[in-house]
């Protein structure tokens, strides 16, 4: 006898009613017997087929609720709807649960949004598996370094068959290209052709197999590209290149213009729509480079092993070769090329040694000096994660000992569904689909508040270097999903194992008398408020350490100053031009702007060299700047007019008298010293001190050498008169235009500056001290749960109280005092606590503000404030209820 | 008269039902249709109507005959209930009162065609 496809009576079984199975699937298999014998056996597989397909309809599938079938399907039905019922009976509990949760889901959603964007980095390459960067360690156990020495990319190639490609990112691109009198500022990096066989870096224009391997050719970003040439086709184009020493990560790294000379366009790279941790305007080709050497336009750093900080390696591995056996190479390497070398230079480099580091761990990766840009190291999101981590346990936390305290409400439901036959296993599903259902609500919520904190998020000043993206794929909203689950599952096993626990028979009898002793619950809160006052109190001082740096007295006057980058510009004819300017009062240069992360160092030398040279800070500046930036000359006299005493006067800060040796600063004056290169120098003044260095480097002034030496000017410091700035600003940049009609004019107030200094310190500030909201917030809503709980619980107790003849302030503080014993706990315990954090980072930081018990204080009465007014919220509603209303049922 | 609600296939299928009488299960209430009215049944279409009329208590069924060429399973047997003679009754009046109330020339094709014209 035949059969018919199995898979499709089987297919048929699976979905036909119960009812209709077995008549149906007869009459399917008499016909199917039939049609055999008269049309042969496909053709009447066939017409089954056909039958089972067409028979997979509405009226004969089995219905889908589980009445008939075998899962736990139904139970899950009902606890779903118990579920929501219960939901809506509480909804002052529901909310204070979804709030919770939702806001502290929120901050984590952010951070995982931030990962998720750092992890797309570098996603591109095609083999991105097997490519590796080489990071160079200096000194063991520092930081190390991005960079490594040239010629380590040319030995790896030659000597080590487990690389496939490699290629050297040499920088020391960074200047002006000009095309048809139209020029852009690039920056960049030389490399090889092996670039392209590494990296999948799209080219929108030229050839990827040739591309760069030619001399003085020139890859441009299609951004660059669009702005020199427009539409036209690049390909081919010369443009003639004038470097000014810039660089992807600094801005001020001015210098004179030199020229590479010309380069040939062969490709246009589309980098703007690529996320990588390498970003450029352009790439020239490094056969390019021994050229530049001849010229002596670029130092020659192929065969220097000691000049780590050249360029970066990228590496090509075989597929079967490891990232262990890369640091076995990358080691022996050092092991002859410095531990074992004859003859060093530099001692102190014998221990540098390497390893690889996979291009998927670079973003988000460790802390790397010279890194190609900015980025935020791993520690950062570990720390960040962590402080959203400890919101989101003080959330769950709440769910937690609320749930369990509203256990009693629900212990009549318990010991029913027990005794008609359910397990403690269908309890925990029961309670742990709640705790789901809660938190997919709170998904719901939390993501509009991400909508909110992720556009706050935006606007941090460190995202301007950062650009953080933060868009939202399938994949993320999964994470989120799955999140939300894990999430569910932890803050919903405690209660469900607790409150599946009791026996019926003890479930069924308790009349609704609370009878535990609440001490968990307690700890938890407890808890919750210590970390709450930590966060408060640290982001007080962090706040009062911000404004004290923005209040901070440099030393010198930075009001209506404006700063104008020369971007290498002849400065005497700018000055000239722009002291003709009628807004302009003053005009001053100098090669950085003091107190803004830039220092330079020089060392001072004895006349009779027997003593070691002082390292001391360099500033060149020119005649006006000292009586420009108000600086107080104390002894001596300013610099000369005369040309010929240029660059070997020197003025010198209170500091470096000191340092040097001498009594007063008048002894200083006339004193001969000598330059690193034994040129002379003559101190001719002294200078009050004042601030050349960042604040948060050090507490103390260092000592600091002026020196009037005009080759090095990189901005001119313009004091404009009070009224209308910016109609000066316009006359400004109206003659810039007439001088260098190539760049931009650029301009920065001195005092936005200075301020700027401090934005990233602004930023923690806000980071912190919105964590520190979202703790409080959390664990107010958590009293507020704990109040309004017992209150409920005592309305009768204030009933009898109120008839006997309390007053409605004697029943408020019998309701509130063991809130209020709790709240005095955690802050006798969170003060200390506060303190001792607080001093302990606070005593690492240069000129830190005062930090004294008061912030502590104010930080402890604001979280008292809060807590009170929670938990009054609760008990003044329930002393004034008239006990009629609370004694009359029963 | 929203009572008897009889769709065109599932009055073919009491109809084919009441003919079979003893012998209505699904093979030949199918067979039945397909040679009486030439057109062909699909088991799932035939199932359908046959549940949904068994639903509206038009008919009853009963399972025996459990033979070997079905493989053990059983034909369920379809009777009419008095309800589907009614129901079945119900639609033949209004059918003949609709036909009764065409007026004979409606029906005169040639006259149609003069309109057409």
Same mark, same amino acid.
């Given at each position: 006898?035949?059969?018919?496809?199995?898979?499709?009576?089987?297919?048929?079984?699976?979905?036909?009613?119960?009812?209709?199975?077995?008549?149906?699937?007869?009459?399917?298999?008499?016909?199917?017997?039939?049609?055999?014998?008269?049309?042969?056996?496909?053709?009447?597989?066939?017409?089954?087929?056909?039958?089972?397909?067409?028979?997979?309809?509405?009226?004969?599938?089995?219905?889908?609720?589980?009445?008939?079938?075998?899962?736990?399907?139904?139970?899950?039905?009902?606890?779903?709807?118990?579920?929501?019922?219960?939901?809506?009976?509480?909804?002052?509990?529901?909310?204070?649960?979804?709030?919770?949760?939702?806001?502290?889901?929120?901050?984590?959603?952010?951070?995982?949004?931030?990962?998720?964007?750092?992890?797309?980095?570098?996603?591109?390459?095609?083999?991105?598996?097997?490519?590796?960067?080489?990071?160079?360690?200096?000194?063991?156990?520092?930081?190390?370094?991005?960079?490594?020495?040239?010629?380590?990319?040319?030995?790896?190639?030659?000597?080590?068959?487990?690389?496939?490609?490699?290629?050297?990112?040499?920088?020391?691109?960074?200047?002006?290209?000009?095309?048809?009198?139209?020029?852009?500022?690039?920056?960049?990096?030389?490399?090889?052709?092996?670039?392209?066989?590494?990296?999948?870096?799209?080219?929108?224009?030229?050839?990827?197999?040739?591309?760069?391997?030619?001399?003085?050719?020139?890859?441009?970003?299609?951004?660059?590209?669009?702005?020199?040439?427009?539409?036209?086709?690049?390909?081919?184009?010369?443009?003639?290149?004038?470097?000014r020493?810039?660089?992807?990560?600094?801005?001020?790294?001015d210098?004179p213009p030199?020229?590479?000379?010309?380069?040939?366009?062969?490709?246009?790279?589309?980098?703007?729509?690529?996320?990588?941790?390498?970003?450029?305007?352009?790439?020239?080709?490094?056969?390019?480079?021994?050229?530049?050497?001849?010229?002596?336009?670029?130092?020659?750093?192929?065969?220097?092993?000691?000049?780590?900080?050249?360029?970066?390696?990228?590496?090509?591995?075989?597929?079967?070769?490891?990232?262990?056996?890369?640091?076995?190479?990358?080691?022996?390497?050092?092991?002859?090329?410095?531990?074992?070398?004859?003859?060093?230079?530099?001692?102190?480099?014998?221990?540098?040694?390497?390893?690889?580091?996979?291009?998927?761990?670079?973003?988000?990766?460790?802390?790397?000096?010279?890194?190609?840009?900015?980025?935020?190291?791993?520690?950062?999101?570990?720390?960040?994660?962590?402080?959203?981590?400890?919101?989101?346990?003080?959330?769950?936390?709440?769910?937690?000992?609320?749930?369990?305290?509203?256990?009693?409400?629900?212990?009549?439901?318990?010991?029913?569904?027990?005794?008609?036959?359910? $397990?403690? /296993?269908?309890?925990?599903?029961?309670? #742990?689909?709640? !705790?789901?259902?809660? @938190?997919? &609500?709170?998904?719901? =919520?939390?993501?509009?508040?991400?909508?909110?904190?992720?556009?706050?998020?935006?606007?941090?000043?460190?995202?301007?270097?950062?650009?953080?993206?933060?868009?939202?794929?399938?994949?993320?909203?999964?994470?989120?999903?799955?999140?939300?689950?894990?999430?569910?599952?932890?803050?919903?096993?405690?209660?469900?194992?607790?409150?599946?626990?009791?026996?019926?028979?003890?479930?069924?009898?308790?009349?609704?008398?609370? $009878?535990? /002793?609440?001490?968990?619950?307690?700890? #938890?809160?407890? !808890?919750?408020?210590? @970390?709450? &006052?930590?966060?408060? =109190?640290?982001?007080?001082?962090?706040?009062?350490?911000?404004?004290?740096?923005?209040?901070?007295?440099?030393?010198?006057?930075?009001?209506?100053?404006?700063?104008i980058p020369l971007q290498s510009n002849d400065y005497e004819m700018l000055v000239?031009e722009f002291?003709?300017?009628?807004?302009?009062?003053?005009?001053?240069a100098?090669?950085?702007?003091?107190?803004?992360?830039?220092?330079?160092?020089?060392?001072?030398?004895?006349?009779?060299?027997?003593?070691?040279?002082?390292?001391?800070?360099?500033?060149?500046?020119?005649?006006?700047?000292?009586?420009?930036?108000?600086?107080?000359?104390?002894?001596?006299?300013?610099?000369?007019?005369?040309?010929?005493?240029?660059?070997?006067?020197?003025?010198?800060?209170?500091?470096?008298?000191?340092?040097?040796?001498?009594?007063?600063?008048?002894?200083?004056?006339?004193?001969?010293?000598?330059?690193?290169?034994?040129?002379?120098?003559?101190?001719?003044?002294?200078?009050?001190?004042?601030?050349?260095?960042?604040?948060?480097?050090?507490?103390?002034?260092?000592?600091?050498?002026?020196?009037?030496?005009?080759?090095?000017f990189n901005y001119l410091?313009?004091?404009?008169?009070?009224?209308?700035?910016?109609?000066?600003?316009?006359?400004?940049?109206?003659k810039w235009?007439?001088i260098d009609p190539v760049h931009?004019f650029e301009?920065?107030?001195?005092?936005?500056?200075?301020?700027?200094?401090?934005?990233?310190?602004?930023?923690?500030?806000?980071?912190?001290?919105?964590?520190?909201?979202?703790?409080?917030?959390?664990?107010?809503?958590?009293?507020?749960?704990?109040?309004?709980?017992?209150?409920?619980?005592?309305?009768?107790?204030?009933?009898?109280?109120?008839?006997?003849?309390?007053?409605?302030?004697?029943?408020?503080?019998?309701?509130?005092?063991?809130?209020?014993?709790?709240?005095?706990?955690?802050?006798?315990?969170?003060?200390?606590?506060?303190?001792?954090?607080?001093?302990?980072?606070?005593?690492?930081?240069?000129?830190?503000?005062?930090?004294?018990?008061?912030?502590?204080?104010?930080?402890?009465?604001?979280?008292?404030?809060?807590?009170?007014?929670?938990?009054?919220?609760?008990?003044?509603?329930?002393?004034?209820?008239?006990?009629?209303?609370?004694?009359?049922?029963? | 008269?929203?009572?008897?609600?009889?769709?065109?296939?599932?009055?073919?299928?009491?109809?084919?039902?009441?003919?079979?009488?003893?012998?209505?299960?699904?093979?030949?209430?199918?067979?039945?249709?397909?040679?009486?009215?030439?057109?062909?049944?699909?088991?799932?279409?035939?199932?359908?109507?046959?549940?949904?009329?068994?639903?509206?208590?038009?008919?009853?069924?009963?399972?025996?005959?459990?033979?070997?060429?079905?493989?053990?399973?059983?034909?369920?047997?379809?009777?009419?209930?008095?309800?589907?003679?009614?129901?079945?009754?119900?639609?033949?009046?209004?059918?003949?009162?609709?036909?009764?109330?065409?007026?004979?020339?409606?029906?005169?094709?040639?006259?149609?065609?003069?309109?057409?014209?």
């Open positions: 006898m035949h059969s018919p496809p199995q898979i499709f009576l089987k297919f048929f079984r699976w979905f036909c009613h119960p009812r209709l199975l077995k008549p149906v699937e007869g009459d399917l298999l008499e016909l199917y017997d039939e049609r055999v014998k008269e049309l042969g056996k496909r053709k009447a597989d066939r017409k089954f087929i056909k039958d089972v397909l067409l028979l997979f309809r509405k009226d004969i599938i089995r219905p889908t609720d589980g009445t008939y079938s075998l899962t736990n399907y139904g139970m899950f039905k009902n606890y779903f709807k118990v579920g929501i019922r219960n939901i809506l009976k509480y909804k002052m509990f529901s909310f204070i649960n979804v709030f919770g949760l939702a806001v502290a889901m929120s901050v984590c959603m952010l951070i995982i949004l931030m990962l998720a964007d750092q992890k797309s980095y570098d996603q591109f390459h095609e083999n991105k598996d097997q490519l590796y960067r080489v990071i160079g360690t200096p000194i063991k156990g520092s930081i190390p370094y991005a960079t490594v020495p040239m010629p380590l990319v040319k030995t790896l190639k030659e000597e080590y068959p487990l690389v496939e490609q490699a290629t050297f990112l040499r920088r020391g691109l960074g200047g002006d290209a000009t095309f048809n009198e139209k020029t852009v500022e690039l920056r960049g990096y030389f490399t090889d052709n092996a670039f392209f066989n590494i990296f999948s870096f799209p080219l929108i224009h030229g050839d990827r197999a040739t591309a760069l391997s030619t001399p003085n050719s020139i890859v441009l970003s299609s951004e660059k590209a669009y702005q020199l040439f427009n539409t036209e086709n690049p390909i081919g184009k010369h443009v003639t290149f004038e470097d020493g810039l660089s992807m990560m600094d801005f001020d790294g210098r030199v020229s590479l000379g010309e380069f040939t366009v062969v490709g246009v790279i589309d980098i703007k729509n690529i996320k990588s941790h390498l970003e450029f305007d352009a790439i020239a080709s490094s056969s390019s480079l021994p050229l530049l050497y001849k010229e002596k336009l670029i130092s020659d750093v192929s065969q220097n092993w000691e000049y780590y900080w050249g360029g970066f390696a990228y590496l090509k591995l075989k597929p079967e070769a490891t990232n262990a056996s890369l640091d076995a190479a990358l080691a022996s390497i050092a092991e002859s090329k410095y531990l074992e070398a004859e003859e060093l230079k530099d001692e102190e480099i014998r221990e540098f040694g390497m390893f690889g580091q996979s291009i998927n761990d670079i973003t988000p990766g460790i802390l790397v000096n010279n890194e190609a840009t900015f980025r935020l190291p791993e520690i950062a999101y570990y720390i960040l994660s962590l402080l959203a981590l400890v919101i989101m346990v003080m959330a769950c936390l709440n769910y937690t000992s609320l749930s369990i305290a509203r256990s009693l409400t629900r212990m009549k439901e318990i010991g029913v569904r027990k005794v008609t036959g359910a $397990t403690r /296993k269908n309890l925990i599903y029961q309670f #742990l689909t709640e !705790s789901i259902i809660t @938190v997919m &609500l709170a998904l719901v =919520v939390a993501s509009l508040l991400l909508y909110f904190t992720k556009e706050a998020f935006m606007d941090l000043w460190f995202n301007k270097y950062l650009n953080f993206e933060l868009s939202s794929s399938l994949p993320v909203y999964l994470i989120f999903v799955a999140f939300a689950l894990i999430v569910g599952l932890i803050a919903g096993t405690y209660p469900a194992l607790f409150l599946s626990k009791r026996p019926p028979v003890f479930a069924l009898k308790t009349h609704g008398v609370p $009878t535990g /002793k609440w001490g968990m619950q307690k700890v #938890l809160n407890v !808890s919750q408020f210590v @970390v709450s &006052l930590v966060f408060i =109190v640290t982001s007080m001082v962090i706040y009062n350490q911000f404004k004290h740096y923005t209040a901070f007295e440099y030393g010198f006057n930075s009001e209506n100053l404006i700063n000239n002291s003709s300017i009628s807004g302009v009062t003053k005009i001053s100098c090669d950085h702007i003091p107190a803004t992360g830039t220092t330079n160092i020089t060392e001072l030398k004895n006349r009779d060299e027997e003593l070691d040279p002082f390292v001391m800070l360099q500033l060149n500046i020119d005649r006006q700047f000292i009586s420009n930036l108000d600086l107080e000359l104390i002894a001596g006299q300013p610099f000369s007019t005369t040309a010929l005493e240029e660059g070997r006067h020197i003025i010198i800060n209170e500091s470096a008298v000191e340092k040097l040796g001498y009594e007063t600063p008048q002894d200083a004056i006339g004193e001969l010293w000598k330059k690193k290169n034994d040129q002379s120098l003559q101190i001719i003044g002294v200078v009050k001190n004042f601030r050349a260095s960042l604040l948060i480097n050090g507490d103390n002034i260092r000592p600091l050498v002026l020196v009037n030496n005009a080759e090095e410091n313009v004091r404009i008169s009070e009224g209308n700035p910016q109609g000066t600003i316009a006359s400004l940049e109206e235009k007439s931009e301009y920065e107030f001195f005092e936005n500056e200075l301020a700027n200094t401090n934005l990233a310190i602004f930023d923690v500030v806000s980071i912190v001290g919105y964590i520190s909201f979202l703790a409080i917030l959390i664990a107010c809503l958590g009293m507020l749960g704990m109040a309004t709980y017992t209150t409920e619980r005592r309305t009768k107790e204030v009933g009898i109280r109120k008839v006997l003849g309390a007053a409605e302030m004697t029943i408020v503080f019998i309701l509130s005092k063991s809130f209020l014993k709790l709240l005095s706990i955690s802050i006798l315990i969170a003060a200390p606590l506060s303190y001792f954090i607080n001093s302990f980072w606070l005593d690492n930081l240069p000129n830190r503000v005062d930090f004294g018990f008061g912030t502590v204080v104010i930080g402890s009465l604001l979280m008292l404030g809060l807590g009170l007014i929670t938990i009054g919220s609760q008990t003044f509603r329930a002393a004034r209820q008239n006990p009629v209303e609370s004694l009359k049922d029963e | 008269m929203k009572k008897f609600q009889l769709g065109e296939f599932e009055e073919i299928v009491m109809l084919t039902v009441a003919i079979l009488y003893d012998n209505a299960y699904g093979v030949s209430i199918k067979k039945e249709i397909e040679s009486r009215l030439g057109r062909s049944v699909s088991v799932g279409a035939l199932q359908s109507a046959l549940k949904r009329l068994e639903d509206k208590d038009y008919l009853a069924s009963v399972d025996k005959d459990a033979t070997q060429e079905r493989a053990g399973r059983p034909k369920r047997y379809f009777k009419i209930t008095s309800l589907g003679k009614q129901a079945m009754q119900h639609t033949k009046e209004t059918r003949n009162s609709l036909w009764d109330a065409i007026p004979s020339i409606s029906l005169d094709v040639k006259f149609a065609k003069v309109y057409d014209a």
